[in-house]
């Protein structure tokens, strides 16, 4: 069983989240800038796309950015990681795994396991929770959670095969026991509702939260039928 340092402990102090919409073409991405209210040292969750609405937001905020988040290595989640990385200065944060798995290089990448750290009065707790990658994490700040990829407010990421299947069915389980119902998750994408919603939610209308074992779990989430117009038609 997966463990989560601290998990009963003080969660830090609650960031102030700004919110960024990003478009590419036909996509739209959602960005993060969580604030320390103290000492407005920031971070970013996977920055895509559209650098002035970074830098915008930052100015804005009066922030000092200190570090970027990066959930999982697909294109749509760190386009602009190493050009944030250089412009302010601050590292690249990404899991051993994901690091690994992908290949990513860069000389600002520090790679974590699981072990909390501080910005500031924020505390950063990475979630392994494999399944859409195999280094994919979450990232628990204050009584947030940022989820990339691996949970929407209206279902899941996908997985390129059984296996991967079988670990995001685990890795949902894994934040069913462990996160509580007033948490707020805000995901990487929306296909419907805004990000921000609570735990409690997604568990009482998220059809990926619903299934009790990993073999039913994984035939529906690689159900045939799902071409590219229908692929985040969850139901």
Same mark, same amino acid.
């Given at each position: 069983?997966? *463990?989560?340092?601290?998990? =009963?402990?003080?969660?830090?102090?609650?960031?102030?989240?700004?919110?960024?919409?990003?478009f590419?073409?036909?996509?739209?991405? @959602?960005? @993060?800038?969580?604030?320390? #209210?103290?000492? #407005?040292?920031?971070?970013i969750v996977?920055?895509?796309?559209?650098?002035?609405?970074?830098?915008?937001?930052?100015?804005?905020?009066?922030?000092?950015?200190?570090?970027?988040?990066?959930?999982?290595?697909?294109?749509?989640?760190?386009?602009?990681?190493? %050009?944030v990385?250089?412009?302010?200065?601050?590292?690249?944060?990404? *899991?051993?795994a994901?690091?690994?798995?992908?290949?990513?290089?860069?000389?600002?990448?520090?790679t974590?396991?699981?072990t909390?750290?501080? %910005?500031?009065?924020?505390?950063?707790?990475?979630?392994?929770?494999?399944?859409?990658?195999?280094?994919c994490?979450?990232?628990?700040?204050?009584?947030?959670l940022?989820?990339?990829?691996?949970?929407?407010?209206?279902?899941?990421?996908?997985?390129p095969?059984?296996?991967?299947?079988?670990?995001?069915?685990?890795?949902?389980?894994?934040?069913?026991? @462990?996160?509580?119902? *007033?948490?707020?998750?805000?995901?990487?994408?929306?296909?419907?509702?805004?990000?921000?919603?609570?735990f409690?939610?997604?568990? @009482? =209308?998220n059809?990926y939260?619903?299934f009790k074992?990993?073999?039913t779990f994984?035939?529906f #989430?690689?159900r045939?039928?799902?071409?590219?117009?229908?692929?985040?038609d969850f139901?």
């Open positions: 069983m997966r *463990s989560f340092v601290g998990m =009963n402990s003080v969660f830090g102090s609650e960031p102030e989240v700004v919110v960024l919409e990003m590419y073409q036909f996509m739209k991405n @959602y960005n @993060y800038l969580l604030i320390d #209210r103290d000492t #407005r040292l920031a971070v996977d920055p895509a796309w559209e650098m002035d609405k970074v830098d915008l937001a930052v100015e804005q905020a009066g922030a000092k950015l200190a570090g970027v988040l990066i959930t999982h290595t697909h294109a749509d989640h760190i386009n602009l990681a190493k %050009v990385a250089d412009r302010y200065k601050c590292p690249i944060w990404m *899991s051993q994901e690091a690994g798995f992908s290949g990513f290089e860069h000389p600002r990448l520090e974590f396991e699981e909390p750290w501080l %910005v500031g009065g924020l505390s950063i707790r990475p979630l392994f929770t494999p399944g859409h990658t195999p280094g994490v979450c990232y628990m700040v204050g009584n947030n940022f989820t990339g990829d691996v949970l929407f407010a209206e279902g899941c990421g996908t997985c095969d059984t296996a991967a299947a079988y670990e995001m069915f685990e890795s949902l389980e894994f934040l069913k026991k @462990y996160i509580k119902p *007033s948490t707020k998750i805000f995901p990487g994408h929306s296909y419907g509702k805004i990000p921000g919603q609570y409690s939610d997604l568990l @009482y =209308n059809i939260l619903q074992d990993k073999n994984a035939s #989430r690689l045939k039928g799902q071409n590219r117009a229908k692929l985040f139901k």
